[in-house]
């Protein structure tokens, strides 16, 4: 009898993983759902919420494309999704929402945006290097983003960075010498 027991407990615990998996896969929506939602919705929130969400399933056609070798495909693609994460931005800012007082929304891009740049980054790791250009400017734009929003979170603790040229390198004259330490 306790044989019989620990014969059937693998055959449950499959079948419960086989449920646990469909209930998961049920809970994904499909790129025509989420841009139906996204048309409808009026809450300027839930309709950022919705385009990250939608940023994602971008993302990963993104990395199947370039993983596929389909660069020109990926790089129009990549445009796609960075337009996607700059709509949720614009409609975050566009709420009306102070994002210091009513982070819903700000949170979530921040932390999206923070796990795409982390992903393009290792994305363009395992690319061409001369097709690295659009993963590394897309990666940038959304860093630079990134940083719009966490000063719109926390406007007194992060300062925006300066868009400056670089310095100049420091002139010598010609009977000076430099001393290296």
Known sequence: MARE???????????????????????RESEEQ????IQSEQNPVKK???????ARLKYIQVHDAYSQGQTEAGAKLL???????????KLLQGSGRKASKQPEGFRELEISL?????????????????????????AQ????????????????DIPLPRKSSPAPPPTTSPGSRTEVR
């Open 5 to 27: 027991r620990w014969t059937v407990l693998p055959v449950w615990f499959a079948v419960l993983g086989i449920l646990f998996a469909s209930l998961c896969a049920m809970g």
């Open 34 to 37: 989420l841009l139906q939602r």
């Open 48 to 54: 950022a919420k919705d385009e990250i969400k939608l």
């Open 79 to 89: 445009g796609t999704f960075v337009d996607i994460l700059k709509t949720s931005w």
């Open 114 to 138: 923070r796990e795409h740049v982390r992903s393009l980054q290792d994305l363009e790791r395992t690319v061409s290097y001369f097709d690295r250009a659009p993963l590394a400017n897309a």
């Open 141 to 156: 734009e959304l860093e630079e983003m990134r940083v719009e929003v966490l000063h719109a979170l926390f406007p007194e």
